[in-house]
């Protein structure tokens, strides 16, 4: 197979599925009463709660490529109802407390945001499947009934856990040992809702400029002024919601999130033979509880998303077009799949591609304000942000506008996620902390390193 070199717009399933109307890039003088940067999910839902806060907000919006060029539309379209990756993370992150409101703060969201499709007639081929957990090992199995017994005492107690035979009945594949099943959340396609919501914006009068790369952010009066090759904005205040590229604007938060980037690939379309091979009738979006885990799931067209979650970091806080294929990745993923589903035969994927997303060490975002309040920002979805976005652009939106909000008292406003450390220690620390987790992963018990980790808050293992 030739290594994958076609640009993104291409290679990206979603992104390449059909042609999508864009507006003109930002060129001369502009004035708005907030602007925003980044037409993802976070840049979108927070004009559009502008809009929702105070019908008059002067919004506009400035997107570098067009809207869904970063993460929102690159991703495996899975929308869950968490909001901290997980609810033992959450405990051990915020105490059992916070980690019993933000599970409820999830449910609430989701619902929130799937009743705004409906309500916007917003049709990204949305399907309730609900997702699905597997064990690979039996210690595993431990993993699994932990995260129930877990949510159960947080109040979840919706979630099923799965025999071997009942999960090998929904997916035939020889590798489960077991599953969770969550039957809240589902599949969605990515790019169809980033234009569902940009075009909701647009109805409302938000102003969006795509094609336009804020160079610079500077201070103009008690205002900003954000600055492209050929124009510049005026607004009292900037919001970004740049995510994994917000240290090329505000570089002193690189020590608060890592960059790392997730790999997909797609295959063709299943025959009906290939269908009946498999099962996987109720089509629930899948991952499996390694760490670097594998997740997946159909499209509508009924083609197999295969992705990792054992994301590359490149050196330097690298993100950009230079870092969207990765044969070396590609190679893992279809092997992958080839493991879990000998019976399909060859398979051809004739999409594949990379997204940059935004670790923090306690796997939640953070919010903030720089230049004295006059830009403010909400990042660090870590590879969670379908849902979370909708929850962010909220939080974003009350303080663009000065609202007050309950949501400003979670943990997760308040307080930033403990540093990274900075180069070249950093490339170090991700290269010895993946190599451990990579151990854990294949049944060996956590490191001195992963304990410690663990110990001081900040470790994956727990
Ligand atoms: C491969 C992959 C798979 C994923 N799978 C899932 C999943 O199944 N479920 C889930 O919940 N989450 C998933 N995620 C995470 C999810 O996609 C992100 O958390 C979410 O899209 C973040 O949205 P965002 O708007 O904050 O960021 P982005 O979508 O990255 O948007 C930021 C925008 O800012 C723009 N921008 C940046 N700098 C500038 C600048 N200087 N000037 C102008 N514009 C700028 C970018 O071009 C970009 O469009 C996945 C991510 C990846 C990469």
């Known amino acids: 197979m030739p290594p994958e070199t076609r640009p993104i717009e291409q290679a990206c399933y979603w992104l390449a599925a059909r042609p999508r109307s864009e507006s003109a890039p930002l060129e001369g003088r502009h004035e708005a009463g907030l602007v925003i940067v980044g037409a993802g999910f976070t840049g979108l839902w927070t004009a559009l709660h502008l809009k929702r806060l105070d019908p008059s907000a002067d919004v506009a919006i400035v997107e570098q490529g067009i809207a869904a060029y970063g993460a929102s539309g690159r991703n495996a379209g899975m929308l869950a109802e968490t909001i901290d990756h997980g609810h033992e993370l959450a405990v051990a992150h ?15 969201n989701a619902a929130e945001l799937t009743g705004f499709l409906e309500s916007h007639t917003i049709d990204c081929d949305f399907e309730r499947t609900g997702q699905l957990h597997v064990a690979l090992h039996d210690r595993h199995l431990e993993d699994l009934r932990a995260t129930e017994e877990c949510a159960r005492g947080l109040g979840v107690t919706n979630l099923r856990l799965l025999s071997r035979e009942e999960v090998r009945a929904e997916i035939h594949c020889e590798l489960y040992q077991g599953g969770l099943f969550n039957p809240n959340g589902g599949v969605l396609d990515p790019v169809k809702l980033v234009d569902g919501l940009r075009r909701v914006a647009l109805a409302h009068g938000v102003r969006v400029f795509e094609r336009s790369q804020v160079k610079a952010i ?23 919601g740049t995510s994994a590229y917000t240290h090329h604007l505000l570089p002193h938060l690189r020590h608060r999130f890592i960059p790392f980037y997730d790999y997909i690939v797609v295959s063709e379309p ?3 033979a290939q269908k009946d091979a498999i099962g996987w009738k109720n089509r629930a979006g899948v991952a499996d509880v390694r760490t670097f885990f594998k997740y997946y799931r159909l499209t509508k067209d009924d083609r197999v998303l295969w992705g990792t979650s054992e994301a590359k970091y490149y050196a330097g806080n690298g993100v950009g077009p230079q870092f969207d294929h990765s044969e070396a990745q590609y190679d893992e993923l279809r092997s992958s ?6 019976a399909l035969g060859k398979v051809e994927f004739p999409y594949a591609w990379g997204g940059p997303i935004d670790a923090t ?3 939640t975002p953070f919010f903030g304000s720089a230049r004295g309040g006059r830009v403010i920002y909400g ?6 942000g379908i849902g979370t976005t909708h929850l962010a652009g909220k939080i974003l939106a009350h303080k663009a506008l000065d609202r007050r909000s309950d949501l400003f008292d ?8 403990f540093p990274y450390p900075p180069e070249p220690l950093r490339g170090l620390a991700v290269n010895l902390v993946s190599k451990a987790l990579r151990r854990v992963d294949a049944g060996h018990k956590p490191s ?15």
């Open 337 to 342: 799949f080839a493991q879990h589903f000998p």
């Open 94 to 108: 915020f105490g059992e407390e916070e980690a019993r409101r933000l599970a409820s703060l999830g449910r609430d």
């Open 218 to 240: 500077a201070n103009d009066g008690a205002g900003v002024v954000v600055r492209t090759k050929f124009g510049e904005l005026r607004a009292k205040r900037a919001i970004l």
């Open 448 to 462: 001195l390193l992963l304990r410690a980790l663990d110990a001081l808050g900040i470790g994956l293992s727990s």
């Open 410 to 417: 979670l943990q997760l406003v308040k307080k930033p996620p």
């Open 361 to 363: 060490t306690r796997f």
């Open 379 to 384: 990042l660090g979805y870590t590879g969670h």
């Open 270 to 272: 299943l025959t009906p």
